[in-house]
């Protein structure tokens, strides 16, 4: 009979090499490493339900740390339709502003952190950070 400490290592050396010929984004690497950890865990606690939840969390617990530090977060957003806007309150240098785009009221900051922007002046929106609206003024885009 095998015991379930090899299970656990064969498992996790099986799911280990599947992620070299099905990429699944570290998935099945995760899910490997934690079942070698738990063969290891196996040596001291015998019972199998609690070696299967502690799989489950461990597996668990590294995928999302794997998202955390593998996956690029995107901050600025690229924004591909209506690119134009109106300010509604001043954009002070270095500060931020209301502006009209699309109908609804952004948060928005300049481009060129030294230059301000007055009220009811015409804007660009180049791209959205987080909801915060990077804008230029109109004039300076249409020279």
């Known amino acids: ?25 570290f998935v099945e ?10 063969a290891i865990i ?14 489950l969390l461990l597996s668990v617990l590294l995928v999302a740390a794997s998202r955390r530090f593998l996956v690029p977060r995107r901050r600025s957003h690229l924004l591909l339709d209506d690119t134009r806007g109106e300010t509604l309150t001043a954009i ?8 009209l785009y699309e109908g609804n009221s952004w948060q928005a900051r300049c481009e060129d952190e030294e230059m301000d922007i007055p009220p009811q002046q015409p804007i660009y929106v180049l791209r959205r950070e987080g909801n915060t609206l990077i804008v230029m003024p109109e004039n300076l885009l249409r020279s």
């Open 29 to 38: 690497f995760t899910l490997g490493l934690s079942a070698i950890f738990v």
């Open 92 to 99: 002070a240098p270095g500060r931020t502003g209301r502006v």
């Open 1 to 25: 009979m095998v015991n379930a400490t090899v299970l656990w290592l064969i498992a996790g050396v099986i799911l280990c090499f599947m992620e070299f010929i099905f990429p699944t984004a």
């Open 42 to 55: 196996s040596l001291v606690i015998p019972q199998l339900s609690v070696q299967i939840v502690l799989w």
